[in-house]
């Protein structure tokens, strides 16, 4: 909802749903909390800060002294308010749990101590046409392919792995506790095991190389065993491939890209993730579908990989490629 891209911390602290997604609590008819973090990743920190006010906080009975609590909250909206120059008139106060009041207590003793300012957070994004190996707190290793972007939080890493990725990237994880991967078309969930996530658009691809994973979606719930594949469309389970048809899948990571009846426009969208080119692709073969290899190591030969077996031609004029019949 858009309301949220206003709310500052006190504002996530008075929202019930957010609460429950945070303890785990979350009921059937609760908020998305995941999903719309996933669409909107310039939040993460506020978000983060509130969570971790909400995971600190402990219950007390004691009844807050008269007073106390509007001065606490008078406190905390001006660290935390987001300047809005539109609005002058000062803020009305609602009564509000004694929990709040004490979360708000512990916001401005962080506030004052400066540990707000620590940010466990750490974001990593490729531009066109580049790869991206990092490291996670746990020794687990991470290849990120171009134009793809993976978030998680280092703080208590040990007993909560979780990852946030769009785009895709190729996961060797650590055996240890369990590891998530989310994604807005889906998450993948697994001990430790070695395997491969494309999210793009509406569609989640996964590929097990090693252990076994499982891929869930709203409805959907699929365990993948050893080179075994699993892809989800628009919400709806496509495939489970064998070995031998995906072998290759995880290629990218050396510059090959293997097609086997793939929609040309996929692969045209790769090309200009990996090129940094814009491809102008005749509407007619929008539908064609492709099956062959393109290495991204050739630089513009890639084009001709792809295009001359389905007799096309095209022309570079600047960073655009149109492409025509021969």
């Not at 909400?54 to 106390?68: N, Q």
């Not at 929609?263 to 492709?290: G, K, M, N, S, T």
């Amino acid at each position: 909802m858009n309301q949220f891209l206003h709310y500052t911390i006190s504002d996530f602290l008075e929202e019930d749903s957010f609460i429950r997604w945070v303890r785990l609590e979350a009921e059937e008819n609760d908020f998305d909390w995941e999903s719309w973090l996933m669409e909107h990743p310039e939040k993460r920190e506020i978000i983060d800060q509130a969570k971790s006010l909400i995971l600190h906080l402990k219950f007390k009975e004691e009844p807050i002294k008269e007073g106390v609590e509007d001065s606490l909250w008078a406190k905390i909206d001006n660290n935390t308010k987001e300047e809005k120059k539109e609005e002058h008139q000062p803020r009305i106060f609602p009564l509000r749990t004694k929990w709040i009041a004490i979360a708000a207590s512990l916001l401005l003793l962080i506030a004052v101590t400066g540990l707000l300012n620590t940010n466990s957070d750490r974001s990593f994004s490729t531009s066109f046409a580049e790869v991206k190996n990092i490291s996670l707190p746990d020794g687990s290793v991470v290849s990120i392919n171009s134009k793809s972007k993976l978030n998680f939080n280092k703080k208590n890493w040990e007993n909560n792995r979780v990852v946030y990725l769009e785009g895709e990237a190729f996961f060797e994880v650590k055996r240890g506790s369990k590891f998530l991967v989310n994604t807005k078309n889906g998450n993948v969930e697994v001990l430790g095991t070695s395997f491969n996530v494309f999210s793009r658009d509406q569609q989640l691809n996964v590929i097990c190389k090693t252990g076994k994973v499982r891929v869930f979606s709203d409805d959907i719930d699929q365990v993948l065993m050893p080179n075994q594949a699993t892809e989800i469309l628009e919400d709806q389970l496509q495939f489970i491939q064998e070995a031998s048809e995906v072998d290759h899948r995880e290629s990218w990571m050396n510059g090959l890209y293997v097609y086997t009846d793939e929609p040309l426009i996929h692969v045209i969208h790769e090309l200009e993730r990996q090129l940094d080119f814009e491809i102008v692709l005749p509407e007619a073969y929008q539908e064609v579908r492709f099956t062959g290899s393109f290495n991204s190591k050739n630089n513009k030969k890639s084009l001709s990989e792809v295009l001359w077996p389905l007799g096309l031609k095209y022309e570079i004029d600047g960073r655009k490629v149109i492409v025509s019949e021969e």
